[in-house]
Nanobody, 121 residues
């Protein structure tokens, strides 16, 4: 059974940082890319970032480029999303997801349940 579990969300002031983690089990983690998505209240889900299976290729949504960094540790079956210089508009539920092949900005078969990030102004 494939499981993805996010953690690290919380309340932070604007300009602050958070690091999200996504622990994955039930699949060959080093053969899967991991994507991060977010959904704010009343809005559609948005692509945030993705990292390829080996960790060498990284992709970012326009709204987070230069502020967020995605990575994965295949030895620990864990992916990370480092979020710096957070803004109130970054507030959302953040989800991690896994898939084997590109494109990495959509169409993921496996999803976590999400972690809430709230940025106060």
């Amino acid at each position: 059974q494939v499981q993805l579990v996010e953690s690290g969300g919380g309340l932070v002031q604007a300009g602050g940082s958070l690091r999200l983690s996504c622990v994955v089990s039930g699949l060959q983690f080093d053969e899967y890319a991991v994507g991060w998505f977010r959904q704010a209240a009343g809005k559609s889900r948005e692509f945030v970032a993705a990292v390829s299976w080996g960790g060498s290729s990284k992709y970012y949504g326009d709204s987070v480029k230069g502020r967020f960094t995605v990575s994965k540790d295949n030895d620990k079956n864990t992916a990370f999303l480092q979020m710096d210089n957070l803004k109130p508009e970054d507030s959302a539920v953040y989800y991690c997801a896994a898939k084997e092949s590109p494109p990495f900005y959509n169409d993921y078969p496996y999803w976590g349940r999400g972690t809430q990030v709230t940025v106060s102004s």
